[in-house]
């Protein structure tokens, strides 16, 4: 069909002009994703491989020793991997428990002093751990909570971006919705379990997400917060290794990197468009 | 001033195809009116005119120069959008102003246009202000004014009137047909309301699914449609149309006698009065025809009936209209046996 | 009928009062965390920065302002360490802002490519600091296997000692920083973006406007809220780095990249009494955090509204 022919030049005559920034987009997505790249095959490659110049750009000889190695070394990355997914799965249990009636009661309930309580959400928002650190290590250490993980959950228990969060979220639900379940003798719990949540998944979902990465991602905290390695995440694990007899051993450092950053990026495989929704939409405060 | 000439257009949005080998001549000076449901391709043809939806081919004509794919900044058209697309970032006078700049008009010429203009749509006191602190019908004042004082050949207009309340609305036509009266441009207004369309139109446009239906002045397309669908598009309550084998015929609930007695005439038939509804200079039945599936709507200044009269319905036989199976008008000089449909019509031809 | 009218008010008074009880008991947890944890410890910084101590005795001798005087007068190491956040931290704002701006308005047509893009440029964000502090001191390191420099001597360009040398440290953490948050920022400009009607790009061809004048007349102040907001975000944001710095350079070489959060750190556990100082610090830092919020707030009640 003559159409159709018509429409194919004209289709590829729009397309033309932006080659040229295609092209260059392709080649600033490369270089951006190439770090990670490295990281990878650099896990996957023996020391001497890993080490050499010119690089290589694909292991010549694969392996998984690094992985084992690390395994086997003095401190094995287990303890470090559960303490870090127990942190974090402790961490989000405990907000999402905290965190809905707090947000449902600022969004939903009338009670005096609702502004000055809301305020200390607020204030709480805009301090950040680097502030709190000293004041807090002090008292962990003083209830003898330092030779445990609960320094490195109790503080985050009370997401105030969370809070604020949900709050918005909730107060989105018309009011209608709650008085007609209060007339059909719902209880709070109910209320908040069957109305509310249900119609704010994606904003838990958000806060859950921004959570996870951000406490599965933390070094500096529990840094200040352990002095026994039988205490510390997966984060500090990787510095641990930095320090080891061998040295800089970059097979090995690489090797403990992907098991680091492996669950993030499978996450973000699976749901890219979400999360990325999810990070833009709510990302400034 | 310019005359508007479309040529073979087509517009494929993907594989989904809009309009198909339309030609189209909009003439110069006049108040046409594209008119049609949405999606009927009203406002793509606009936006070709503008040039900011491109014909996918074909060619579109300005006073006989070929504008398909010239800038839309270059064309001398002002387009007033149905939600204003006034920028919220400037002053009123700023968004005013912004057209002129880019045009290098010099400082003084473009100070008279703007205070000359501002005081035709009324907003001289406003044009320090932001158009976020002003109400919906001044933000459409601002939108006018942009467009007028670039003083093009063509104004195109898209629903402007659509997002105002009712009473503005209507203050708002008066003053539109008062501006074209008075600056004589072409203008090229879009609209899916048909009683707008027929107040304002000098030609109207009908269009349904990509396609002209027709192409007439409001009393042309209200007295001798060509079709079915332009029938029942114009006129409320629409055109009662009944269907028979051979062909359609209609009429105009205005045009329909309604009466207790019988009564001789060219289409009558008794029924019961099912609804009333009193509009105050007039009144609105719907009548249930014996024998007749489709329920007839009437419209008459008499309000005596009541629910569930027994009543007679007639029409005269210039005011019935016979349309083909197709839908395509059958008038008196286009068949041989014309008086065939009248027969039908009266129910005395038994099909 | 008087005994009825007193019982139902009575009831009603009642009523209300377990209303706001339940209320209490649901934001109860929340607010004794927060308090706990983040006012309870703001109070107890500005005393400990009162005081001379260690992390065994916090309160050995009485200090008053003296702190504050040592850390803004007598030693370096602080003045030294605002400055270094501060260069850090101008340029992070310019090179996050402009970039993530010129990023959004590139990917912002709904292509495949361009979906790609913003997951490519976003994946450095979910990605630990620390893990990309480690890519990045490998491929600035000065082995033979350090990236950078073989591929700097791809084009003749002598290596260099990018970590070591005192000039080059810090721009090894700003850029591995902004690699970091590109993406991110750029992706919540693109949703600004996408709320940009389509009709006032149309108006504005009409108007005669094209590519850069829409974009500097129209578009950019159109953005100029969240331009806003993510300046403040970055630069508090900015103020609290620590992971990269520490992994990449450690505050070295010399003091060159020690910042604000790390001379906190130094000073805290690592120095022998040295506690009061480390709180002054926080103390500091908590102080130009809430200024720039406050700043902020007032701000936005006068910027907003102009939709």
Not at chain 3, 132 to 140: D, K, L, R, Y
Not at chain 3, 215 to 221: V, W
Request: aromatic share 12%.
């Amino acid at each position: 069909m003559a159409m159709k022919d018509l429409q194919i030049k004209r289709r590829l005559r729009n397309y033309l002009p932006n080659l040229p920034s295609d092209i260059l987009k392709i080649i600033i997505m490369l270089i951006f994703v190439f770090p990670f790249y490295w990281m990878f095959i650099t896990a996957f490659k023996f020391y001497n491989e890993a080490i050499q110049t010119p690089p290589t750009l694909w292991p010549v000889n694969f392996t998984f020793s690094n992985f084992t190695n690390i395994w086997e070394m003095e401190v094995s990355f287990t303890r470090y991997f559960i303490n870090s997914v127990v942190v974090t799965a402790s961490i989000i249990v405990m907000q999402l428990v905290i965190m809905v009636p707090a947000a449902y009661a600022f969004a939903k309930r009338d009670f005096p002093c609702k502004g000055i309580l809301f305020g200390v959400v607020l204030v709480a928002f805009m301090i950040p751990g680097q502030v709190t650190y000293i004041p807090i290590y002090l008292m962990m250490a003083k209830f003898k909570l330092i030779a445990s993980l609960w320094p490195q959950i109790l503080p985050f228990a009370a997401n105030a971006f969370g809070i604020f969060m949900l709050r918005q979220s909730f107060k989105q639900i018309p009011d209608e919705l709650i008085e007609s379940a209060r007339l059909d003798n719902a209880t709070e719990t109910q209320i908040q379990t069957r109305i509310m949540l249900p119609m704010c998944k994606s904003a838990m979902v958000t806060i859950a997400l921004f959570s996870f990465v951000s406490h599965w991602n933390a070094y500096f905290w529990p840094l200040v917060m352990t002095n026994n390695e039988k205490y510390r995440p997966l984060t500090m694990y990787i510095e641990k290794i930095k320090d080891a007899e061998y040295g800089l051993i970059w097979n090995n450092i690489m090797a403990a990197n992907v098991i680091l950053v492996i669950p993030v990026l499978i996450f973000f495989f699976f749901a890219s468009k979400k999360i990325i929704q999810a990070f833009a939409y709510n990302g400034v405060k | 001033m310019a005359e508007i000439r479309f040529e073979k257009v087509c517009k494929f949005f993907g594989s989904n195809k809009v309009i198909e080998n339309l030609d189209l001549t909009i003439q110069d000076g006049k108040f046409t009116v594209l008119v049609g449901a949405s999606g009927c391709g009203k406002t793509t043809l606009l936006r070709m005119i503008a040039g900011i939806g491109p014909a996918t081919s074909g060619h579109v004509y300005m006073d006989d120069k070929d504008i398909t794919d010239m800038d839309p900044g270059k064309r001398d058209i002002a387009m007033v959008f149905q939600n204003y697309a006034i920028y919220p970032t400037m002053t009123v006078k700023e968004n005013i102003e912004f057209g002129l700049k880019n045009r290098k008009v010099p400082k003084a010429e473009r100070e008279r246009l703007i205070s000359e203009y501002a005081a035709v749509v009324g907003l001289t006191e406003y044009l320090d202000r932001k158009p976020g602190t002003l109400s919906g019908g001044q933000r459409q004042r601002i939108a006018l004014a942009r467009a007028m004082v670039k003083k093009p050949k063509v104004f195109l207009m898209d629903e402007p009137l659509s997002n105002l309340d009712a009473k503005l609305r209507v203050a708002m036509r008066t003053e539109l047909i008062e501006m074209h009266n008075r600056l004589k441009t072409t203008f090229i207004y879009v609209t899916h309301d048909q009683v707008e369309a027929m107040a304002m139109a000098d030609q109207i446009v009908l269009m349904n699914k990509g396609q002209i239906m027709q192409e007439a002045s409001p009393e042309v397309i209200y007295r001798d449609p060509n079709n079915v669908f332009t029938a029942q598009f114009i006129g409320t309550p629409p055109m009662n149309v009944l269907d028979y084998t051979e062909c359609q015929v209609g009429f105009r609930p205005e045009k329909v006698h309604i009466s207790r007695e019988s009564h001789d005439a060219a289409f009558a038939r008794t029924g019961k009065v099912l609804t009333r509804e009193m509009l105050g200079s007039e009144t609105q039945y719907k009548v249930l025809l014996d024998g007749v599936e489709t329920p007839i709507m009437v419209k008459t200044a008499d309000d005596s009936y009541v629910f569930e009269d027994n009543v007679v319905l007639s029409v005269e036989e210039e005011d019935l209209y016979f349309f083909n199976n197709e839908g395509a008008r059958i008038r008196k000089g286009d068949v041989a046996d014309f008086d065939k449909y009248i027969r039908i019509a009266g129910g005395k031809n038994n099909a | 009928m008087l005994n009825n009218t007193v019982t139902q008010s009575n009831l009603r008074r009642r009523i209300k009062l377990r209303s706001y009880l339940t209320s209490y008991v649901m934001i109860l947890p929340a607010i004794i965390f927060l308090l706990i944890f983040t006012i309870y410890p703001m109070g107890k910084l500005i005393q400990l920065s009162l005081w001379q101590g260690n992390a065994a005795n916090a309160y050995k001798k009485f200090q008053g302002l003296e702190n504050y005087r040592q850390i803004l007068t007598v030693r370096r190491e602080f003045k030294n360490a605002l400055i270094n956040t501060g260069v850090y931290t101008a340029a992070i704002v310019v090179l996050l802002i402009s970039f993530s701006v010129i990023f959004a308005v590139w990917m912002q047509k709904d292509r495949k490519i361009n979906n790609l893009a913003q997951s490519a440029f976003f994946v450095p964000h979910l990605v630990a600091s620390v893990s990309c502090a480690f890519i990045w001191s490998w491929i600035f390191s000065t082995d033979t296997s350090g990236l950078m420099n073989a591929f700097l001597k791809l084009f003749g360009v002598p290596a260099r000692n990018w970590l070591g040398s005192s000039k080059t440290a810090m721009i090894c953490i700003i850029v591995m920083n902004t690699w970091k948050s590109i993406g991110y920022y750029a992706l919540i400009i693109l949703s600004a973006l996408k709320s940009i009607p389509a009709e006032i790009y149309e108006a504005a061809r009409l108007d005669g406007s094209h590519n850069s004048k829409t974009f500097l007349k129209i578009t950019l102040p159109m953005l100029s809220p969240q331009l806003f907001m993510l300046l403040i975000t970055i630069t508090t944001g900015s103020f609290k780095v620590f992971d990269s710095i520490r992994i990449m350079t450690n505050g070295g070489p010399g003091t060159s990249t020690q910042v604000l959060c790390m001379f906190i750190y130094e000073f805290a556990f690592n120095r022998p009494n040295s506690l009061g100082l480390a709180c002054a610090g926080g103390v500091m830092l908590m102080l130009i955090l809430i200024l720039i919020t406050l700043f902020d707030f007032k701000s936005l009640e006068k910027k907003v509204h102009y939709q």
